[in-house]
């Protein structure tokens, strides 16, 4: 690093004077991944803005992916996508449900968007001449979409969770940012708060700092003495532990933070208050608080979910049901709906590549409704078309989503309408019957990474339907990801025979929902409804579908 790299450059000047008026949180980790950065943002943001604040959170991941959308769930779980559409972590699934805030594309970037970015704008003769390097380069289109989400003026807090742990390589441009930023806005301005685990020695009965101490010296070696811990614990930590902690990490003893094992996710709003996080945030950064937390909602929503008075049994039918996390929006989705409804919703996860004639009654039988989720890629399809038409015929309540509707147009050609041979053609490109096909615009595109359909499009709804009455509404916006189509040529054909057609996106007359006549409840939807639910709004598909699988579950009792 040359000693030109230590030094602001204009553009950091400039970008400290202009954004001084939000407040930066960094959060960093240590000692393991998958502590839960995601959560602990999530959860501070959820406090500071029940205290009237404005917040929003950004993620930035260390690879070298452009985004997640071209990554196979099994290795990053849910591809989260946001109104402006853009494939996004599915850590800002969780901001968006505890803030119940939008996101966008500039709440998550990678390093190989920063690369992308740095490597085009070189290409283009914009750095006159200079060696591109990591310092300043990076590290400055690093700041530069750090401080993107103060453009607008409209936050208080800005949140920015660091991926990976620090020490790994690839986060340490981001760390080296991080640094510059607190340099530039000053301590009142910008604070780190550093994740870790204390583990627990269950032969000695101890629970050990000395992991925690190594990776706050490694981030003091970076230059970045974090303001606050959060300790991630499965045992409370004694005042002792709390002592060592602070006299070895060098925080003051009220920033060592507990951040005990929870029942669930949404019980940690709750405990970093009653550890005082939210407090401690607002004194490092000089903020007078506006009022208390007002957190009655989001305790109306935790008494309900844990004290319910109904339970249903939901099946997901989907590919990739090892990895929970691959549906994690949905199963998030059923939560919020299921406090809505006073009801605990069990999910039973079911591989579709295990459903066909000779089992689907056996696995789908006594079941109280059945999902079947979005996937893409062939394997798997036939096991979805099987659970769909027992469902049909069965009269089980119905959630198609994305590949789950398409599926459910298929069986329908194939069982109903006797089209024999119908297909997908993301499953059969030689079928003669492709109810279920590429948009022309689409058969073009060559490039995998952000060519889909993506983002929030319009729908309208017919009135008089089951949709309507579900949504309570004509006109919805929903968010997709997808690039296979309801094909209009077989509208007629199918809507006559009983599946109607009943959303439309009005200006390319796209088919977004399909439900079906003389069924208590089958509805398919092109979108995708798990992107929209949070805690405070849960998604009426969600909210009607548990109340089905109750009805359901009390006329076959
Ligand atoms: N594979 C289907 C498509 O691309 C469905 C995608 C999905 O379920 N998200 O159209």
Redesign the pocket.
Same mark, same amino acid.
């Given at each position: 690093m040359g000693i030109e790299g230590q030094l602001p450059t204009f553009a950091t000047k400039f970008l400290r004077l202009r954004m001084s008026s939000a407040k930066y949180i960094f959060v960093t980790g240590g000692v393991t991944s998958s502590l839960g950065k995601g959560i602990i943002s999530a959860s501070l943001g959820k406090l500071l803005q029940a205290r009237g604040f404005s917040v929003t959170i950004q993620k930035f991941d260390p690879y070298i992916n452009i985004d997640p959308g071209t990554l196979n769930p099994y290795e990053h779980g849910e591809c989260y996508v946001t109104d402006d559409g853009a494939e996004t972590d599915l850590d800002l699934g969780h901001y968006e449900r505890f803030l119940n805030i939008t996101t966008s594309q500039a709440n998550n970037v990678t390093t190989g968007r920063i690369y992308n970015n740095v490597i085009t704008k070189e290409r283009k003769g914009e750095y006159l001449g200079k060696t591109v390097q990591v310092v300043p380069h990076i590290t400055d289109e690093i700041k530069r979409n750090i401080f993107l989400l103060s453009e607008s003026g409209k936050y208080d807090f800005i949140i920015t969770e660091i991926g990976g742990s620090v020490g790994d390589i690839e986060s340490l441009p981001f760390v080296e940012a991080v640094r510059q930023v607190r340099w530039d806005l000053g301590s009142n301005n910008a604070l780190v708060i550093h994740l870790t685990l204390i583990p627990y020695l269950s032969a000695a009965k101890e629970l050990k700092t000395k992991p925690t101490q190594h990776s706050v010296k490694e981030l003091l070696s970076y230059g970045i003495q974090p303001d606050i811990l959060v300790c991630r614990t499965e045992h409370a930590l004694s005042m002792e532990i709390r002592k060592k902690l602070a006299l070895f990490c060098n925080v003051n003893l009220n920033s060592v933070i507990e951040a005990i094992d929870a029942e669930t996710i949404y019980d940690v709003p709750m405990l970093m208050r009653k550890e005082k996080l939210d407090e401690r945030v607002l004194a490092k950064l000089k903020v007078t608080p506006k009022h208390e937390p007002d957190l009655e909602q989001w305790k109306v929503f935790l008494g309900k979910l844990k004290n319910p008075i109904n339970e249903v049994t939901i099946g997901l039918v989907g590919k990739y049901v090892t990895l929970p996390d691959a549906y994690k929006s949905i199963a998030e989705a059923f939560i919020h709906a299921g406090a809505e409804n006073d009801c605990k919703v069990h999910l039973k996860w079911i591989s579709s590549e295990d459903i066909h004639k000779d089992t689907v009654k056996n696995i789908l039988g006594n079941l109280d409704a059945v999902l079947v989720a979005?996937?893409?890629g062939e394997r798997g399809l036939e096991g979805k078309i099987e659970a769909i038409k027992f469902v049909r015929e069965h009269k089980i309540p119905f959630l198609g989503?994305?590949?789950g509707m398409?599926c459910a147009v298929v069986e329908f050609a194939r069982n109903v309408l006797h089209l024999a041979d119908a297909s997908t053609t993301?499953l059969n490109p030689k079928t003669k019957h492709p109810v279920i096909d590429m948009m022309e615009e689409q058969k073009k595109i060559t490039n995998k990474g952000g060519t889909?359909r993506l983002g929030a499009y319009t729908c309208k709804i017919k009135k008089g339907t089951k949709a309507f009455h579900v949504y309570g509404d004509s006109i919805i916006q929903e968010r997709h /990801? &997808? /690039?296979?189509e309801f094909n209009n040529k077989y509208l007629d054909q199918i809507e006559e025979a009983g599946l109607k057609a009943v959303g439309i996106n009005p200006d390319t007359n796209l088919v977004e929902i399909v439900e079906l006549k003389d069924h208590p409840w089958f509805i398919g939807v092109q979108y &995708?409804p798990e992107l929209k639910s949070t805690v405070l709004n849960p998604h009426p598909l969600f909210v009607k579908f548990v109340e089905a699988a109750m009805i359901h579950k009390k006329s076959n009792s």
């Open positions: 979005p996937g893409f989503i994305c590949l398409q993301e889909m /990801r &997808h /690039r296979y &995708h």
